[in-house]
């Protein structure tokens, strides 16, 4: 069965600090691998897309790597600020029969405090 | 240029009874896929429309039904409500379902969600 796990359920860091959240799957065959954003009660909001072949990406204050041989991902955000507070969601899509369906995290919920 | 839009924002039924829930899609987008978010917990993938077709669908039971217009916009339909379809359902679109390039690298834009509660 293919699972996402995340780590840490939930984070509380002071603004202007560095963070890294952690996505370990065992999805495969393995096709794509998204971070997104949700703030509460809304739809998530796509940060960074990775295939295979890429392992780092870059969107703003927002890096996300990728290591296809431990299927580890890592989403690092640099000088926090308030509005970083939401839920960040791994997503990883298989490409097994041709199809192409997402498996979600539960999403790591990060505060950011003043 | 519209994102993704859903009706309603929320909405309260009593067991057994049945909801439609209804998503228009980002302009220029052709695929629509839903997803049941309970609280807490990440969303779930229901099923993808493209073509007006039904093309994938998760594990959820055929309560769960939908349709896709000429227009591209979707409806989902859950029937004979339980408590446990209390979520927030989440509509996704995105471009070319069919193709393996889109399949690989396509985004999903996500609508607000339509919050249901059942009683």
């Known amino acids: 069965k293919n699972q996402v796990e995340q780590s840490p359920q939930s984070l509380i860091i002071l603004e202007g600090k560095n963070c890294t959240l952690q996505?370990?799957?065992?999805?495969?065959?393995?096709?794509?691998l998204r971070w997104y954003k949700q703030d509460t009660g809304r739809g998530p909001v796509s940060l960074t897309i990775?295939?295979?072949?890429?392992n780092t990406k870059s969107n703003g204050r927002y890096t996300a790597t990728l290591d296809a041989d431990t299927k580890q991902s890592s989403l690092h955000i640099t000088a926090s600020q308030l509005s970083d507070s939401a839920s960040y969601i791994c997503?990883?899509?298989?490409?097994?029969?041709?199809?192409?369906?997402?498996?979600f995290g539960r999403g790591t919920s990060l505060i950011v405090h003043p | 240029d519209a994102g993704v839009t859903q009706s309603p924002t929320h909405l309260i039924k009593t067991r057994g009874q049945q909801v439609t829930l209804r998503c228009s899609p980002k302009?220029?987008?052709?695929?629509v896929s839903w997803y049941q978010q309970a609280l807490g917990q990440g969303p779930q993938f229901i099923f993808q429309?493209?073509?007006?077709?039904?093309?994938q669908r998760g594990n959820f039971p055929d309560r769960f039904s939908g349709h896709q217009f000429p227009n591209y916009s979707s409806e989902l339909n859950v029937n004979a409500l339980l408590l446990g379809d209390s979520a927030l359902y989440l509509c996704?679109?995105?471009?070319?379902?069919?193709?393996?390039?889109?399949?690989?690298?396509?985004?999903?834009?996500f609508g607000p969600g339509t919050r249901l509660t059942v009683l």
């Open positions: 996505c370990n799957y065992t999805v495969s065959p393995f096709s794509n």
């Open positions: 990775m295939t295979f072949s890429e």
């Open positions: 997503v990883v899509t298989d490409a097994s029969g041709g199809s192409y369906i997402p498996t």
């Open positions: 302009s220029g987008h052709d695929t």
């Open positions: 996704a679109s995105s471009l070319g379902a069919g193709s393996y390039l889109a399949g690989r690298y396509n985004e999903q834009f």
């Open positions: 429309y493209y073509e007006e077709e039904e093309r």
